[in-house]
C-alpha cells in the first residue's frame, strides 16, 4: 500500500505574518490486487422500530441489508443488528461474528426475513453493541453501516456519550430514509466515527444506497490511518479539517505524540485521494527566514507511509506574499459553503427569513464560485436564484423536507478544484 | 530581480515589463556608504559553511543537535542553511566565482558555471526571477545546460580557425547555448509542480567564453559582464534588456529613467512564455591585461556607476587571490544590504602572445 502526500500553499508571508495556510492532498494507491493488510469487520445496523412499517420501508431495508450481506467479501468477519428499543443481534447468535462465505451470507439473508419492525428507536444501544462486537477483532479495518428512519429516542446526552466512548474504534456511514429523522442527529455519528451521512428520501433507493457503501467499505485497504502533524515550538495548529470529498472538522480529535506531534485520525483507506487543510500559527520570521511550519505525515502505527513539509517563507516583495493559492482559496470556500448552508437552514427554521435569505445567497455564490455544481443545483430546491454570481436568492415558499434534508446533509460534499488550472 | 504585475500599466507582463529588487523602490538611491555602514545583519564568513560550531545545532534558536536530515530545526522550524546559499568555485590563477544568498531573499535562485584552464574558460550566471516558480531551478538548469554547451560536443575536429572564424563560431556557440538553456527552462512549466504552468520558471543569463585574448558574451536579462581594464572605468559588455535600457535608448533622461519604479523590469528572460529565446552577443580581443567580470544584478545595483564599480573590483582584486576578490565582491554587496542574490566571476585576461594569431577550437 503506498501514499503520498502534497502540500499545496503559497508559502510566501508578509512580514509580521503568522497564519500558514496549506492544503494537504493524501493520495493512497491502495494495497497491491486490492488485498487488504488486515483483517475486516463488516456490522450491519437497520432500524426495525415500529415506523419503518410506513411505506413499505421494513421491506425495502430487508432488501437493503441482504444486498449489502451479498457484497461482503469472502473472509471478512460480519454480523447484522436490529434496532429496536435494545439492540438485538439477528445474525449470528449474540455476541459472535460469522466468517463471510457463500453459506453463511445465504444463511444471513434468511435470518434477515426474520426481520420486523416495533419498538422504539436507540441509536447509543446499537452502536455500543457494534462496538462490543467490534472489539473482538481489534486491529481489523471496522466498518459499519447504520439505517435509521427516526429521531432517536433515548434520554438527552447518551448517543452524545456512547459516541465519546467509542469514537474512532469503528467508521461508521449512517443512512435517513424517509424524512422524519434528524440530520443533526446523524451528522454527530459520522463526526464522531469519521463516516458519512446521506439522505434516502425513497424507500426504493435503499439497496443502490447500501450496495455503495459496501462496494467502498470492501474497497479499503488499510484500517486506522492517520494523520500526524509536527509543529515547531511556538506554533500552534490552529485547525485541521478534511475538506475533500466533504468537510470534516478533525481538529479536536487530535491525540497528542510527544512534545511537538498531534495524530488526527483519518479512518481507513483504499485506492482514493482525499484532502485536508492544515493552518498553522507561527511566530512571525524576519526577511528571508524561512521556517517549517508543519510536518505532516501519513502514519499507520509507527510507519510513516508518506511526508510532506507545510513551510513558511518571510519576504519584503508584496507580489510573492499577496500570490492567493487556488486550494486554500477553494477550500476555505468550500468550508464556508458548508457553514452558510447549514446556518441559512437553521434560520429558515426559525423563521428568521431575513438572515436565511443572506446566507442562503452567499452559499449561492459561493456555490457558483467554487463549481459545486451539485450543491448549487441542491441549494435551488430551497431558493430561487436569480443570479448565483452577486448572491441573488429568493426564499421558496414552499420546500419538500426531503429537499431540505438532502441540501443539510450533502451541504459538507466538496468538489476538488481543477489541477490543471491551478 | 523580481517581476510583478503593476496597476499603472495593465499590460506589462506582456510587454515584458518586471519590476526589481525586493523593495521595488528606487535602488538607485539604495547605493550604498562605504563598506563599514554594514547591515546589523553579520555578512556571510569568507569560507564555506559560516559557521564555527557543530553543523547540526541550529543558528536560529541556539539548540543544540536539533538540525534534522531535511536542514529544519526540530525546535524552532527554522532553516538552518540550504547548500546553495553560499557558493565558491576556485581555478586558483585562471578564474574564481561566489554566489551568495544576500541578506533578504530566503534562497539562493542564482545560479553559476565556470570551467576552464589557463586561455580557455567558459562562464555563466543565471539569475531566477523571483516572482516565478521554482526561480532557483530555472537559473540552475540555465547554467548547467548552457555551461555544458559552450565547451563543445568535445568530437569536434580541431581546426585551425582566423580570429574573424574564432568570434563568428562562438558568437554562434553562446546563442545556441543560451537558446538551448531557454528551451530547457521552458520545459520546465510542463513539470513538477503544477503551479509552474501558471507561473513558469524564468531566468536571465549571461554567458562568456574566453578563448585566448578573444572575449565573447551573450545574454538574455539584466545579469551583465564587464571588462575591467587596469585603470579607467569598467566597460559595461552587455546592454541590459530592462526598461530603463529600452526607454534610454528611446531618449528618456538616463537618470531619471533609472529612477523610475520600473528601471529594473526585464524585458527579456528565459521561460515558456519568454516567446523566441534573442539572445544577443558581442565580442573583442584584449589587447592590454584586463578582468572579464560577470554578475548578477544583486552586485552591479550597489554600482551603477561604471567608475566606482571599476574602483570597487579592483580594490577587492589588490594584492588578493581571485577568489579572495570575489568573496570581498560578494561581502561588499551583503555589506551594502544584500537586497538580492550576489553572483560574480572574475577571470583574467591577457592578451596574446605575439606569436599566437591563431586559435585552435
Redesign the interface.
Known amino acids: 500500500m503506498s501514499y503520498t502526500a502534497e502540500a499545496f500553499q503559497n508559502e510566501f508571508l508578509a512580514l509580521g505574518a503568522t497564519e500558514v495556510n496549506a492544503i494537504v492532498t493524501v493520495t493512497s494507491s491502495g494495497a497491491e490486487g486490492g488485498r487488504r493488510t488486515s483483517g475486516a469487520t463488516e456490522i450491519i445496523i437497520v432500524d426495525a422500530s415500529g415506523s419503518m412499517q410506513a411505506e413499505g420501508r421494513i421491506a425495502a431495508a430487508r432488501q437493503a441489508a441482504k444486498t449489502a450481506v451479498e457484497s461482503i467479501d469472502d473472509g471478512v468477519h460480519f454480523a447484522i443488528i436490529a434496532g429496536v428499543s435494545t439492540a438485538q443481534q439477528l445474525f449470528p447468535a449474540p455476541g459472535q461474528l460469522a466468517v463471510s462465505s457463500p453459506d453463511s451470507r445465504a444463511e444471513a439473508v434468511r435470518s434477515i426475513d426474520r426481520l420486523q419492525a416495533s419498538g422504539g428507536t436507540a441509536i447509543g444501544a446499537w452502536l455500543l453493541l457494534a462496538a462490543q462486537l467490534f472489539s473482538q477483532r481489534p486491529g481489523d479495518i471496522a466498518h459499519a453501516i447504520l439505517l435509521t428512519d427516526g429521531e432517536n429516542g433515548e434520554r438527552p446526552g447518551y448517543l452524545e456519550s456512547v459516541l465519546d466512548s467509542i469514537g474512532g474504534r469503528f467508521v461508521c456511514d449512517s443512512r435517513g430514509v424517509g424524512t422524519n429523522w434528524k440530520v443533526s442527529e446523524l451528522r454527530k455519528i459520522a463526526e464522531a466515527m469519521l463516516g458519512t451521512v446521506d439522505i434516502v428520501a425513497k424507500p426504493a433507493g435503499l439497496a443502490a444506497a447500501f450496495q455503495e457503501m459496501m462496494t467502498k467499505a470492501m474497497g479499503k485497504t488499510s484500517g486506522d490511518v492517520q494523520l500526524k502533524v509536527w509543529t515547531p515550538v511556538n506554533s500552534t495548529v490552529r485547525f485541521v479539517k478534511q475538506v475533500e470529498p466533504e468537510v470534516m472538522d478533525l481538529t479536536g480529535k487530535r491525540v497528542a505524540d510527544g512534545a511537538r506531534a498531534g495524530r488526527y485520525p483519518i479512518g481507513s483507506w483504499g485506492s482514493e485521494s482525499r484532502d485536508y487543510h492544515v493552518c498553522i500559527d507561527v511566530t512571525s520570521g524576519a526577511a528571508g527566514d524561512e521556517m517549517l511550519a508543519a510536518r505532516v505525515s501519513v502514519v499507520e502505527g509507527d510507519d510513516v507511509l508518506a511526508q510532506t513539509l507545510v513551510r513558511a517563507v518571510w519576504t519584503e516583495d508584496t507580489a510573492l506574499s499577496t500570490r492567493i493559492n487556488r486550494q486554500v482559496a477553494h477550500y476555505t470556500g468550500q468550508a464556508e459553503l458548508a457553514d452558510v448552508i447549514q446556518a441559512g437552514i437553521e434560520a429558515r427554521k426559525a423563521g428568521d427569513d431575513r438572515t436565511a435569505t443572506i446566507k442562503f445567497g452567499r452559499a449561492a455564490q459561493l456555490a457558483h464560485e467554487t463549481g459545486n455544481k451539485q450543491t448549487e443545483e441542491l441549494l435551488a430546491t430551497v431558493v430561487d436564484i436569480e443570479d448565483a454570481a452577486t448572491g441573488t436568492v429568493r426564499l421558496r415558499r414552499k420546500v419538500e423536507a426531503a429537499d431540505e434534508m438532502a441540501l443539510d446533509t450533502r451541504s459538507t460534499k466538496t468538489v476538488r478544484v481543477g489541477r490543471s488550472n491551478q | 530581480m523580481?517581476?510583478?504585475?503593476c496597476a499603472s500599466c495593465a499590460d506589462e507582463r506582456a510587454a515584458g515589463v518586471a519590476?526589481c529588487e525586493?523593495?521595488?523602490n528606487k535602488l538607485t538611491e539604495d547605493e550604498p556608504g562605504p563598506a563599514d555602514t554594514a547591515d546589523t545583519r553579520s555578512a556571510p564568513a569568507p569560507t564555506a559553511p559560516a559557521s564555527s560550531a557543530d553543523p547540526k545545532s541550529c543558528p536560529?534558536?541556539g539548540t543544540a543537535d536539533s538540525v534534522g536530515a531535511?536542514g529544519?530545526?526540530e525546535?524552532?522550524?527554522?532553516?538552518a542553511a540550504r547548500p546553495r546559499d553560499h557558493i565558491e568555485v576556485d581555478l586558483a590563477e585562471v578564474a574564481a566565482a561566489v554566489t551568495d544568498?544576500?541578506?533578504?531573499?530566503?534562497?539562493n535562485e542564482d545560479a553559476m558555471w565556470l570551467v576552464g584552464h589557463p586561455g580557455y574558460v567558459d562562464a555563466v550566471v543565471s539569475d531566477g526571477v523571483?516572482?516565478s516558480f521554482d526561480p532557483d531551478l530555472a537559473s540552475q538548469v540555465a547554467a548547467d545546460i548552457a555551461g555544458a554547451a559552450l565547451g563543445g560536443d568535445g568530437s569536434r575536429k580541431l581546426t585551425f580557425l582566423s580570429p574573424e572564424q574564432l568570434a563568428e563560431m562562438l558568437a554562434e556557440r553562446l546563442s545556441g547555448a543560451i537558446v538551448q538553456a531557454g528551451a530547457a527552462v521552458a520545459e520546465l512549466a510542463a513539470g513538477g509542480d503544477?503551479?509552474r504552468?501558471?507561473s513558469n520558471p524564468a531566468c536571465t543569463i549571461v554567458a562568456a567564453t574566453v578563448r585566448g585574448q578573444f572575449v565573447d558574451v551573450g545574454w538574455v536579462g539584466d545579469s551583465r559582464a564587464y571588462w575591467l581594464p587596469a585603470e579607467g572605468p569598467a566597460e559595461q559588455l552587455t546592454e541590459d534588456d530592462s526598461w530603463a535600457t529600452h526607454a534610454i535608448a528611446l531618449g528618456a533622461d538616463p537618470e531619471t529613467a533609472m529612477r523610475d519604479p520600473k528601471a529594473h523590469a526585464i524585458t527579456a528572460w528565459l521561460g515558456a512564455d519568454a516567446g523566441p529565446v534573442r539572445p544577443r552577443t558581442a565580442g573583442f580581443t584584449v589587447t592590454a591585461p584586463g578582468h572579464l567580470v560577470l554578475c548578477s544584478d544583486g552586485l552591479w545595483n550597489y554600482l551603477t556607476d561604471p567608475a566606482r564599480f571599476a574602483g570597487t573590483v579592483r580594490d577587492a582584486l589588490d594584492g588578493k587571490s581571485l577568489l579572495d576578490a570575489a568573496r570581498q565582491l560578494a561581502k561588499f554587496a551583503n555589506a551594502a544590504g544584500g537586497a538580492d542574490n550576489i553572483t560574480v566571476v572574475l577571470i583574467p585576461v591577457a592578451p596574446a602572445h605575439p606569436e599566437h594569431t591563431e586559435y585552435k577550437e
Open positions: 523580481t517581476t510583478t504585475d519590476f525586493a523593495c521595488g536560529h534558536c531535511d529544519y530545526c525546535n524552532c522550524g527554522m532553516l544568498r544576500g541578506q533578504r531573499h530566503h534562497r523571483s516572482s503544477p503551479r504552468a501558471v
